[in-house]
Every structure is written in C-alpha cells, then in structure tokens.
C-alpha cells in the first residue's frame, strides 16, 4: 500500500506544491535506510491534491514542470501524510477511517487526532515549503533544482513575497538559499509572474472565484467560511463585486452558515476589502473596531487569514 500525502481543501501552491516535495524527500529519505531509525512505516509516498489548482498553482507547475498530482478527496483506507493542515474542516472525507502517518505545517494545530503516535512538525513560520527546507537538511537529502524551484514559490505565494506577516525570517534565508539551487536569480521578478497568473479572474465564475481559496471554520460553535482572493489591483474584480456578494448569499443559505466573509486582497496595496455576509454585523465590529460600511469594509494592512483574520474573528464569535 502507498502512502498519500496531501493538502488541504481548495487548495493552493503551497498545499499541492508541498504534496510534490514531502513524497520526493519521503521517498528519498526512504532509499537511504535511515526512515526506519525514527518510523515505523515504510512505504513509498505519492503526492495528491484534494481539488483543481488554481491559475498561480498551474503556472508554477507548468514553469517548473512538474505534473498535476493525482486527485484524492476521500481517506477511507487510506495511509496519508497531511500538509499545510490539520483541521478535518479542511482534509479528505472520512479522515476517521484512514491512518494518518505525518502532519507537516505551519498553521494553529487543528482538530485531527490519531490514536498512535506520529511524525507531526509544526513550525509558526510563513509557508510549509519553510519547515520542509528544515527536514531536507536534518535526514540530509539533496535538493534538485526543479523542487527547490517549487519550494521557492510556496513561500512567495504563502507570504505574499515576504509581504505577509506571517513572514520569518527563517523564511527569507530559506528562500535565498532555495532560489540559488533552483537557478532563479530574480525571485520578485519570478514572484510577480506567479501573482499575475494568480490575478487572472476574466471568465472565472463567482462560485469559482469564491472557493478557490476558501476554509470553513468552527467559531464558537457557529459556521463561518472565510475565502480570500489576491490580485495585484482591486480594480480587477470591480466588475465581478456584486456577483460575488449574491453568491456568498447563495452559499450561505445552502450551507447554512452563520457568516462567510471574502478577503479581497490587494498585493500592491498591502490591504484587504472584506466582504461580508452575516447574521451578526456586530461581529465585524468587535472583531476589527469598524463598522460594515454596506457589503464590505477595508482593512489595512490585512493580507493574511490565519494571523490576522481568523483569530480577531474566534475572539469575537466567542464574545457574541
Ligand atoms: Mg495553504
Ligand atoms: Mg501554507
Ligand atoms: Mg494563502
């Protein structure tokens, strides 16, 4: 039986992006003898993902050629490695029923428990592909070019280009060092490319746009989906706004959410447009100090979910 390592939901470059490298390193780490000193499995990892890439995700690949992993949304019997997660909100169907060999990530531990010990890394450091740098230099595997390359992008694309405050510096020296083996001498130049790609919302439905990077979350026992969508200018999704707004409704009764908020993400501008669709405005305000102006209300400097986002909202939803 093989072992599958895979991201979350929805997913982006780092979570398929890092599905590529743990298999590598894994399967690498295995040919040296020296995995069966610290586990006690002992098969070959294949990379999956759990849904379509996203247009950055596609480039990145395309550009470094790798292929897309192969697709897998349920666990039932399964052996896997989770990356970039550990919220069963955001993993395969029936996490219950597979046996979890590894967690690797970067964001608050989840809710995903295992009835034996296992290998579990987490690092408060921006991008998976940060903590991975660290396991490729502790079992001492080389770094080929092409997976340094993807690595790299994981972080540009997770730290928004060392913009995000979820940056370490870790993550800087990590990401020269990664750029240098992958060839890359203009990382920005490599970073804007990506954002570009990722900008690209012509022809996109609503729907799509709204859970192309988009988790659900248990606040205090209410249901909140919270999507964030970069560009690299506002404007672009001015036209598209309104169709956004009616969807997160859609979405919202079909789901029957309390509340799903739409990070509307300005990369140049460091700052992000929220919209909101709630059963409690107030939880907006107490939440960020500022009152919904109509759909939506700007926060700046707010680029990331999980460090500036999520936890002013678990606050104020256990304070509603
Ligand atoms: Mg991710
Ligand atoms: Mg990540
Ligand atoms: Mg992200």
């Keep these: 039986m093989s072992i599958y390592v895979v991201g979350h939901k929805n ?70 490695i989770l990356v970039d997660h550990s919220e069963k909100s955001q993993t395969v169907d029936n996490i219950d029923q597979a046996e979890i060999v590894a967690i690797i990530d ?36 080389e770094i080929p070019p092409n ?4 690595m790299l992008a994981g972080i540009l694309s997770d730290t928004v280009a060392f913009k995000s405050v979820t940056t370490t510096e870790k993550c800087k020296k990590v990401a020269e060092e990664l750029a240098k083996i992958a060839g890359i001498d203009d990382m920005m130049a490599f970073a804007m ?9 012509a022809g996109k439905s609503p729907r799509d746009l709204l859970f192309r990077d988009y988790k659900d979350f248990d606040m205090s026992g209410k249901k909140v989906g919270i999507g964030q969508i970069e560009v690299v200018d506002l404007s672009l999704l001015d036209e598209i706004k309104d169709a956004l707004y009616e969807e997160m409704k859609k979405v919202k009764e079909e789901g029957g959410y309390h509340s799903i908020f739409l990070m509307l ?12 669709v709630t059963d409690d405005p107030e939880v907006v305000e107490k939440a960020f100090g500022k009152k919904l ?22 606050k104020a939803f256990a304070s509603l």
């Design 11 to 80: 997913p982006d470059t780092d979570s398929i992006g890092s599905a590529i490298v743990v298999a590598y390193l894994w399967n690498k780490w295995r040919e040296t003898g020296k995995m069966k000193d610290v586990m006690n499995v002992d098969e070959e990892a294949i990379p999956a993902r759990q849904g379509d890439p996203n247009p950055e995700t596609e480039f990145v690949l395309n550009k470094l050629g790798f292929e897309l992993p192969e697709l897998l949304t349920d666990g039932a019997g399964k052996k896997l």
């Design 293 to 314: 102006e109509g759909k939506s209300v700007w926060l700046d400097g707010v680029m990331s979910r999980k460090k500036q986002v999520v936890p002013p909202f678990e």
């Design 147 to 150: 997976i340094a390359g993807l």
């Design 265 to 276: 993400t300005d990369i140049m501008k460091e700052g992000t447009e929220l919209l909101c």
């Design 106 to 141: 970067h964001h608050k531990i989840g809710d995903i428990t295992t009835p034996n010990p296992i290998l579990f890394i987490n690092l408060p450091v921006g991008c998976t592909m940060t903590v991975l740098k660290i396991l490729f230099d502790v079992t001492g595997v």
């Design 193 to 201: 490319e990506m954002f570009k790609a990722k900008s690209d919302v």
